[in-house]
């Protein structure tokens, strides 16, 4: 296992546009997270699954942005009507036991003009 | 609510020891974990408390006061490659991850 991917690496898009980001956790574990940072911040929750159930979704997050994880296994962000304070890096992360960390991927690095 | 602080800047020297604190006030708590992440990569996982008390591996020490609201990140022997940003992070109840804003660590030689 490589560890958690991420696709694409960079996107750029223009205002208005949807955009769609994948994950694809490690095999095993069964919970996975998306973030998003901001240059100069620390990561922000979006949003939660365990296997294919979405249990939690930050209350920051618009009615544009919409996950899924229809197998439990890999997932994906759908940005809807893309703004330009959409733009940040967005982190996957995967976990089959808390206490012993979460793995984060390299990151989708959104950049909306 | 939720908030988390820590420094935003430090600096040191190479083979020094460096201090980063972190304080929390959070709705829920979990643990506390500490990241590593070099500009445009990764989070790297450092170290987790739970309990109160110092965890100690190799060059990075971790330390955990709940009743505090307190915890540190102790990096001995600094090389220039510990020149990086490390994250403080909260385990809420419902197991996402509460970050701080990171704080930027520059070693020079």
């Known amino acids: 296992d490589t560890g958690v991917s991420q696709d694409p690496r960079h996107k750029i898009t223009k205002r208005g546009q949807n955009v769609t980001f994948r994950c694809d956790p490690i095999?095993?574990?069964?919970?996975l997270y998306w973030y998003r940072q901001t240059l100069g911040q620390g990561p922000e929750f979006l949003t939660y699954?365990?296997?294919?159930?979405?249990?939690?979704k930050s209350r920051l997050l618009s009615d544009r942005f919409s996950a899924e994880r229809p197998k439990g296994s890999f997932s994906t962000l759908e940005i809807q009507r893309t703004e330009q304070g959409d733009s940040a890096m967005y982190l996957c992360?995967?976990?089959?036991?808390?206490?012993?960390?979460?793995?984060f991927g390299s990151g989708t690095r959104l950049t909306v003009v | 609510g939720q908030n988390i602080d820590q420094p935003t800047e430090m600096t040191a020297t190479e083979g020094a020891i460096v201090q980063i604190n972190c304080t929390y006030q959070?709705?829920?708590?979990?643990?506390l974990f500490w990241y590593q992440q070099h500009a445009g990569e990764a989070p790297t996982f450092l170290s987790y408390?739970?309990?109160?008390g110092l965890e100690e591996k190799g060059r990075f020490s971790s330390f955990l006061s709940r009743s505090k609201g307190y915890s540190y990140l102790l990096l001995k022997e600094l090389q220039m490659k510990d020149s990086a940003s490390y994250l403080c992070a909260v385990r809420h109840n419902t197991d996402k991850l509460i970050f701080g804003t990171g704080t930027r660590l520059q070693v020079f030689p």
């Open positions: 699954f365990q296997n294919e159930a979405q249990l939690e």
């Open positions: 408390n739970v309990l109160d």
């Open positions: 959070t709705s829920g708590f979990n643990g």
């Open positions: 992360a995967s976990t089959s036991n808390p206490s012993e960390g979460y793995t």
């Open positions: 095999s095993e574990h069964n919970r």
